[in-house]
C-alpha cells in the first residue's frame, strides 16, 4: 500500500507521541513528569555535572551536606525537585532554574535513594586520620589579639590572617567552608584558631608560631564547633554519621564520641558556665553537654528547633520552628517559651546582629528567600520593624562604631540601615560584582567586605567614612572572624560602649542588662 504524503506524516506522528507516551506520564498528583524509559540513571549524570563538586560523587557531602534517602526523608520528590530549582533555605546553594522539570525530577530521585553503605567514622578512624605539620616558624608578631581576624576564601581553599589592613598569613585547607574558633581561656587566650571544612577536618592553628597544627578528620560531614569554656576540648557536630566528636584541645586525640539520633541543629558553648547545647531539628529536643565532666542530658521542648542563637547574657535563647514559620525565645532557666511570632521566611538567626540605643537592646536578622530585614526589641521581645533591602540576603551586621546596619540583598548592593531612623542608604562595592558579608574590625574603625566571585575581593573600608583603603583579590571569599565580634563574650561590652557614648551617668536608673553591660566596657578599659 502506498501512503500519500498526507498519510505517511500522519503516521509519524502518531508513532512520535506513542513513543512520547511511553518515555513520559504525567503524575497528575503532583503535577509533574514520571520518567518510565530510559533505564539509564540520567539523575546519577545530571548530579555528577551539576552537584557532586559540592556534595560529593558518592554524595557524603563536602562543602554541601550529605544528600541520601535519610538525609532527605521529609522532602517528596516533587518538593524536592523545586528545592533544587530555587536553592535550599539558610543556605548559599545557587538556584538550578536552567534545568528543565524532567532534569530537575531526574536529581531528586537519585539523591533520595539510599547510600550504598552505611557509614560509620570512629575513633580509630578519626585518630587515624591525625595529621601533622613540618612548617617553619613564621611568628605573625600580632599587636593586638582584638583587631585581628581570619577569612575564609572558599574557593583558594585558603585562610588569611588579618589585622588592620594588613595580611600577616595564608595557609591551604581544602575545603574550607567556615565557622573559625579561636580559644578563649586564660592559658591560651587568643593564642589558636580551629577551622572546619564541610568534609569533616578540622585543622589547628597558632596566632603566635603562623604553624599549623595537627589536624584531624572527625567525621564525614560536619555542621560546626565549639570549644569549651575551660579551653580543653573540642566539640565538633557532624551530620554524617551523626555524632558528636570531643577531642582533647593539646593533642586533638578523641576522647569521646556522642551518636545524634537526629539531624543537629547546631551546637554552641556558654561562656558563662561549663555548658554546651544543641538542638534537633527533627526532633523536639535539647541536648545539654557538661563540658568539664562530659555527661550528657537532654530536655524535652514542645516542638523541633530549626535554627537557634543564645542572645548575649545567656539567659534567653531565640529560636525558629516550623519549617521557619515561628520564631519564639525560651528562657534557658526552664526552657519555657515567653514569646512567639508567626512569620513568613525564615529568619537566618545565625547572622543575627546585635545593639543597644537609648535604653533598649535589639537584634536584627534577614530572612532567607525574602527581600527584608526585621528588627526586634529584646527582653521585653516585640517586632520592631520591617525593612526592605531589594533582594533576598544572607547576612547584617553591625558594631557600636557605626551607626548604621550593613546588609547584603543578593546583588553587587551594600544597604546601609539607619539604626535610629531606618533610612536607607545604597553603596555598590563593585558594579557587577555581588558583596556578601562585612565584617569588622574589634574596634570598630575599619569594615571588611566580601565580593562572592571567582575574580572576587576582600575590599576594607574606614567605617566612618566607607572609603575604600585597600583591597585583596580573592577567589570567592565569605566568612572573616573578628576576635571580638564573633564571641558571644564581648558583646555585653559593646552594648556598654554605646551606654558610656549616650552618657548614662546615673546607674541608679539603669537595669541590670545596662549596668552589666557599662560595667564590662569599663573593665576593658582598665585593661
Known amino acids: 500500500m502506498i501512503l500519500s504524503h498526507k498519510g505517511l506524516w500522519m503516521k509519524i506522528i502518531v508513532v512520535f507521541l506513542l513513543v512520547a507516551a511511553n518515555m513520559f506520564g504525567v503524575d497528575g498528583a503532583a503535577g509533574h513528569m514520571v520518567e518510565v524509559l530510559p533505564k539509564v540513571d540520567i539523575g546519577k549524570k545530571l548530579y555528577d555535572t551539576h552537584c557532586a563538586v559540592c556534595h560529593h560523587p558518592d554524595r557524603i557531602g563536602l562543602d554541601g551536606p550529605p544528600l541520601h534517602k535519610k538525609s532527605l526523608r521529609s522532602y517528596k520528590v516533587g518538593v524536592l525537585s523545586d528545592k533544587i530549582k530555587n536553592g535550599f533555605p539558610q543556605t548559599l546553594m545557587p538556584k538550578y532554574e536552567f534545568l528543565n522539570p524532567y532534569?530537575?525530577?531526574?536529581?531528586?530521585?537519585?539523591?533520595?535513594?539510599?547510600?550504598?553503605?552505611?557509614?560509620?567514622?570512629?575513633?580509630k578512624d578519626i585518630d587515624g586520620s591525625l595529621t601533622t605539620f613540618k612548617d617553619r616558624p613564621n611568628p605573625l608578631n600580632i599587636q593586638d589579639i582584638e583587631q585581628v581576624l581570619p577569612v575564609v576564601e572558599r574557593e583558594g581553599d585558603k585562610v588569611w590572617v588579618m589585622e588592620g589592613e594588613k595580611i600577616l598569613s595564608k595557609f591551604h585547607l581544602d575545603h574550607v567552608h567556615g565557622g573559625i574558633k579561636y580559644t578563649m581561656n586564660k592559658e591560651n587566650y587568643g593564642e589558636f584558631i580551629f577551622v572546619p571544612t564541610r568534609d569533616g577536618w578540622v585543622q589547628k592553628y597558632s596566632l603566635k608560631t603562623g604553624k599549623r597544627e595537627p589536624k584531624i578528620r572527625a567525621c564525614i560531614n560536619l555542621r560546626n564547633l565549639s570549644i569549651s569554656k575551660d579551653g580543653k576540648n573540642l566539640l565538633t557536630t557532624c551530620l554524617l554519621p551523626k555524632q558528636l566528636v570531643i577531642s582533647d584541645i593539646k593533642s586533638?586525640?578523641?576522647?569521646?564520641?556522642?551518636?545524634?539520633?537526629?539531624?543537629?541543629?547546631?551546637?554552641?558553648?556558654?561562656?558563662?558556665?561549663?555548658r554546651a547545647m544543641w538542638t534537633y531539628r527533627d526532633k523536639p529536643l535539647i541536648g545539654m553537654l557538661d563540658t568539664k565532666t562530659l555527661d550528657i542530658s537532654y530536655i524535652k521542648i514542645e516542638e523541633p528547633i530549626e535554627d537557634f542563637f543564645i542572645e548575649p547574657f545567656e539567659e534567653f535563647i531565640i529560636a525558629t520552628s516550623?519549617?521557619?514559620?515561628?520564631?519564639?525565645?525560651?528562657?534557658?532557666k526552664d526552657f519555657k517559651v515567653v514569646f512567639e511570632e508567626s512569620m513568613e521566611g525564615m529568619p537566618h538567626l545565625f547572622s543575627a546582629t546585635y545593639w543597644y540605643n537609648d535604653g533598649q537592646f535589639y537584634f536584627a536578622t534577614?530572612?532567607?528567600?525574602?527581600?527584608?530585614?526585621?528588627?526586634?526589641?529584646?527582653?521585653?521581645?516585640?517586632?520592631?520593624?520591617?525593612?526592605?533591602?531589594?533582594?533576598?540576603?544572607?547576612?547584617?551586621?553591625?558594631?557600636?562604631?557605626?551607626?548604621?546596619?550593613w546588609a547584603d540583598n543578593?546583588?553587587?548592593?551594600?544597604?546601609?540601615?539607619?539604626k535610629q531612623t531606618y533610612k536607607k542608604t545604597i553603596l555598590t562595592p563593585r558594579k557587577g560584582k555581588q558583596y556578601i558579608h562585612t565584617e569588622y574590625s574589634g574596634d570598630g574603625k575599619l569594615a571588611y567586605l566580601s565580593l562572592y566571585e571567582a575574580d572576587?575581593?576582600?575590599?576594607?573600608?574606614?567605617?566612618?567614612t566607607q572609603k575604600e583603603l585597600v583591597t585583596?583579590?580573592?577567589?570567592?571569599?565569605?566568612?572573616?572572624?573578628?576576635f571580638v565580634n564573633k564571641n558571644r563574650r564581648f558583646y555585653p561590652r559593646l552594648f556598654g560602649q554605646t551606654i558610656y557614648e549616650q552618657n548614662t551617668k546615673n546607674t541608679k536608673k539603669l537595669n541590670d542588662y545596662e549596668k552589666r553591660s557599662l560595667k564590662a566596657y569599663k573593665d576593658s578599659i582598665k585593661k
Open 366 to 405: 534577614p530572612h532567607i528567600r525574602k527581600p527584608y530585614v526585621t528588627v526586634w526589641q529584646m527582653f521585653d521581645w516585640k517586632l520592631v520593624k520591617q525593612i526592605n533591602t531589594g533582594g533576598d540576603g544572607f547576612f547584617v551586621k553591625t558594631h557600636p562604631y557605626t551607626p548604621y546596619l
Open 322 to 332: 516550623r519549617g521557619g514559620k515561628s520564631m519564639k525565645v525560651l528562657e534557658l
Open 103 to 123: 532534569e530537575l525530577l531526574q536529581i531528586a530521585r537519585y539523591i533520595k535513594k539510599p547510600l550504598d553503605q552505611n557509614i560509620i567514622w570512629d575513633k
Open 410 to 418: 543578593g546583588t553587587d548592593e551594600l544597604v546601609l540601615i539607619d
Open 472 to 482: 585583596y583579590k580573592a577567589n570567592i571569599p565569605v566568612g572573616k572572624y573578628n
Open 252 to 274: 586533638m586525640k578523641t576522647k569521646k564520641i556522642v551518636p545524634l539520633d537526629g539531624k543537629v541543629s547546631a551546637l554552641y558553648e556558654f561562656y558563662s558556665k561549663d
Open 456 to 464: 572576587g575581593e576582600i575590599v576594607v573600608l574606614d567605617t566612618k
